[in-house]
């Protein structure tokens, strides 16, 4: 397995510094807190700029890494890829912005507020970084913390209830992993991860890892029926957890199937094809169904990232380069654009401090550029070619529709519906006439306002206009792990019937620019 490092630990860094500054936020006032966590968060989004730019596509698979011994067997081992840098670097550009949505929305505990998200940020790189089996272990779950911390002290009315929900659902599944880890730890006799997704398990055991690992995955991406955790969490999360719940920690569910599932346990992989097809397809019809008679914003959106999370599982067990590309897309673009969706609603709940549709209207009239960001981000979520959400989901329906036309026909009713419930939103909340006093008198977006969403904004077109930019990297990556699933590559539709699987032949690559 191929490897480089460099002189400089960038990734210990990277995991280090958010955990020193957060143990100093603790001892100051609020407004130093507040200062100490957005000048962190901007030094590692400059740091993880560095690592893109010094990333070389066409080189070893893994760079910037570092092993270094802990003693009775334990090693510190990172490293990336150019699927964990571009998770990598969708988290660090993240929060930032969730610190300057935090700013005036938070003002009791604010240092250990503060402290909270600077351990989620050092815990979610090292999920992403991690190439030690335990050590992804602890850096997964531990994200479990923080997490469950800003839902249950800053969050709403509910938030003890849907803390509990959260934690409860996470763990549960990540003890069947943890059984997993061991069993292969003593079977491969190594806890190397770029090592294990070289070694071949027995056809037999890799169902039974397979499974182990899907309890713990698919509570993370959330998959139906295990996503009703996540309704209840953005609903009562403050609006900057909401952002990092749906940006990042969501996608820890789709790295797994990518890093563990897919290239460790191909022959089981194939095995459940039916499975995953399945539960995806009623996760995209039913979840946009229920968000179409939502009434509270925040719902909406929970919902829709429940579906478009469904194209992601659709994508990377179509076992082909144009799904699994796709799926990955998906997962950059819907970290973006739910993050915003999520701040647009914090904006008008700051203002008018609730989140029900009825409340609003006629917004384009007194808050002409929230209007125009907001519809933007509407239309990123429906797919508007020229937008993120276009890219990942044709090509992971192109890589669909390659094995399975009747999962793709379903996936496409995913598009249809989410077109109705996210204009059906916007119409209501932007056009017609204010049907409240406040609502029509409310003040459109302040600088700070603009400086969180214009970014994002941004990162949607260039994603949208120039793709290549974002796939470059993970390509060679995609490759390799084509390499070791397209012997058990679904045969077509019959897979739908009975596990058939026989190897697949390779299509090139679609491009996708426009």
Known sequence: MTAVSTGLPLLSILIALPLVAGMVCLFVGANAARWIALVTTLVLFAIGIGMWLGFNPDGPQWQFVENVSLGSGLRWALGIDGIALMLTMLTLFLMPICIGASWRAIDNRVPEYMASFLLMEALMIGVFAAQDLFLFYVFFEGGLIPMYLIIGIWGGAERIKASYKFFLYTLFGSVLMLIAMLYMAITAGTTSIPALMAYDFAPEAQQWLWLAFFASFAVKMPMWPVHT??????????????????????????????????????????????????????????TSLVALVQRDMKKLIAYSSVAHMAFVTFGLFAFNRQGIEGALIVMLSHGLVSGALFLCVGVIYDRLHTREIAAYGGLSNNMPGYALLFMLFTMASVGLPGTSGFVGEFLALVGTYRVSTWAAIVATTGIILGAAYMLWLYWRVAFGQARTAEAGTMVDLSPREWMLLAPIAAGVLWMGVYPESFLRPMRNDVGRLLERVERAAPAGDSHLVRGAAKPAAEAPAVEASH
């Open 229 to 286: 955790w996540l309704p209840d969490a953005h609903v009562q999360a403050p609006t900057a957890g909401s952002v990092i719940l749906a940006g990042v920690l969501l996608k820890m569910g789709g790295y797994g199937f990518v890093r563990f599932s897919l290239p460790m346990f191909p022959e089981g992989s194939a095995q459940f094809v039916p499975l995953v097809f399945t539960l995806s397809g009623i996760a995209i019809v039913y």
